[in-house]
């Protein structure tokens, strides 16, 4: 179920930001692979892990087998596509700092509305459901952390909020579901939200609250 | 399939000693990411996967998906609890280490036997079972410390026995199960066994073997 | 599926190849493991973990559940008999250090085109097919480095191609299925490639490409 699927517009647009996402999302991977100084294998691995890693999960989870990211024909391409980019043109990317950012918050917002809606059309509870558009949309970069060998970004205070707005996110499309509000405006009002949450977020530097007197 | 079902009492306090062994995993795991200072999000994870983890990896492994962890209505709610309680009063959760201590010892003997039984009734081999019983009590504490970017504390030669309880406890279960006397005084003498030899570990520091001359 | 049933022949040989790749996988994890002064427990996991968590991997993304690993009545005593070997007789395994490499290269050729073969048999995307073939050659030595707390060691420029070669060999099965020519004459000529480029490239220490200018 892409985001076109879901919204109930089958235009390229909603195909183009749905591949856009993954593409972003294996651009930060594969270049933290270049940072860690990982060779070719690395960097797609890294690549693939990070893009298609959280909708894996989720579909793992659902109980949808094989995973969309394995039945869709350009998943898997675009994901090594991202890490061929990263492979020969890394200082290039590396000074695009910005649109990757950018494009980065799109997939969040994208994700968790997909990860979420296609949670409840599977007839999932409403909690598990904004549980699983979470980790359609920081599954991916957890893993990737994990297999470099880092602290996962997203539990650590100095990185600006990004679980927070994804779960926020979820919510608000299970919510939109359940009150049988859920269509293409509330999908992509629901996505726009996610997104300038995170933007400002990095503007900003807000962080996720911690424990009590830490 | 929750304590009380495979036991076969549909009694509160079954229901109670299933929950209550999520809930302090989830501490143990919310306690964790304190200790690592992570933040809101963090603790939150370290919550969910730590007391769910091992169940979601078991029934992944069944094939029984959507896992229990999202099918049951108390199961995610009783692991935030655990995540908020220690968000907001870690400072009281750390006093209590002991009960904490006490309980964790409770989840794992009712861990590996309700593991175990679930795997056999799902029609896996022995062996298979006694593996999955194992996982169910110990595969979240891994996925905790490999979150958290920690030796899993069940391969440190420092730390009292924790697996091989659970290991001998599931093995206990097929055992029962295979000789056709299961039920709910098998299951409640074996985790209570189990829970023993783990605050015994705890109190005479008994920790596993290591390689021969190590 | 195992190898012998892949490529059609069912003789005593083939079965003996493919338990002897998952043994040899097994003491790799279990030799980590002794080097990290992990305790008995450690042993034994990461021995599992390494020669069943490829194939367990692929298992469940093809949506094969229980996966082999839990089916097959050898699979876990083969890699548990390499736990217990090695905790018992380390330092004689540390002096095979030659036969346990051509082994474990050996056991990346089978694993690979089995992997590849049974993905493409359960109706896999030829793409996804020859990505299920390497993580069944390779997952398990990544999951086995997450566990230990190591740089994956495919993704270090240090270590002679591992993955490379493994993902050549299930694109070559994926190629000889699609133009039917896949038997048992195809597998094991596939199989003995990818071992001899192994070998090759462990003497020559051959590895694999880093980033443009890294």
Known sequence: MTFASVTG???????????????VFAVSGAMLAVRKDFDAVGIVVLAIATSLGGGILRDVLIGELPPAALREQAYLPTALAAGVVVLVGHAVV?????PVLVFD?????LFCVVGAAKSMDAGLRPASAVLLGTITAVGGGIIRDVLARDV?????????????PAAAGAAATVGAW???VYGPVAAVVI??????????AMHYGWGAPMARGR
């Not at 918050?105 to 917002?109: D, E, S």
């Not at 997203?154 to 990004?162: E, M």
């Not at 996505?191 to 400002?200: E, G, Q, T, W």
Request: glycine letters at 8%; zero cysteines; a negative charge.
């Open 9 to 23: 517009l089958n235009g390229t647009l909603e195909q183009v930001l749905d591949l856009a996402g993954i593409f």
């Open 94 to 98: 590396e000074r695009l700092d910005r």
């Open 105 to 109: 918050a799109a997939g969040l917002g």
């Open 152 to 164: 996962p970004a997203v539990f650590r205070p100095d990185t600006a909020l990004t679980a927070i």
């Open 178 to 180: 359940e009150a049988d």
């Open 191 to 200: 996505a726009l939200a996610v997104f300038a949450v995170r933007l400002l």
